[in-house]
Nanobody, 113 residues
Framework: QVQLVESGGGLVQAGGSLRLSCAASGSGFSSAAMAWYRQAPGKQREWVASITVGGSTNYVDSAKTRFTISRDNAKNTVYLQMNRLKPEDTAVYYC???????WGQGTQVTVSS
């Protein structure tokens, strides 16, 4: 069973940067499309970015020019580099393994104005 562990969240001022990491246990990571989602207080969980097995990426419109998703198959890890953060980016960020449908436990990102 694949387990996902997110890290890298924290408190940052608007305009700052954070890099989130999601480490996957088990085998087969290189065969999995991966994604980041987020859930703000009182809102539904929303998709933020995804990366295919081949490295193609897609982003929600609000993240296209500020966030970068990447993966390191040797480390079984997917990353989300977030730049020029805004208060509206405040949420719990989750990673997801599309191959098996697993979710991580989430990491809190708080952006102060």
């Amino acid at each position: 069973q694949v387990q996902l562990v997110e890290s890298g969240g924290g408190l940052v001022q608007a305009g700052g940067s954070l890099r989130l990491s999601c480490a996957a246990s088990g085998s087969g990571f290189s065969s999995a499309a991966m994604a980041w989602y987020r859930q703000a207080p009182g809102k539904q969980r929303e998709w933020v970015a995804s990366i295919t097995v081949g490295g193609s990426t897609n982003y929600v419109d609000s993240a296209k020019t500020r966030f970068t998703i990447s993966r390191d198959n040797a480390k079984n890890t997917v990353y989300l580099q977030m730049n020029r953060l805004k208060p509206e980016d405040t949420a719990v960020y989750y990673c997801r393994d599309y191959r098996v449908g697993s979710w991580g436990q989430g990491t809190q990102v708080t952006v102060s104005s």
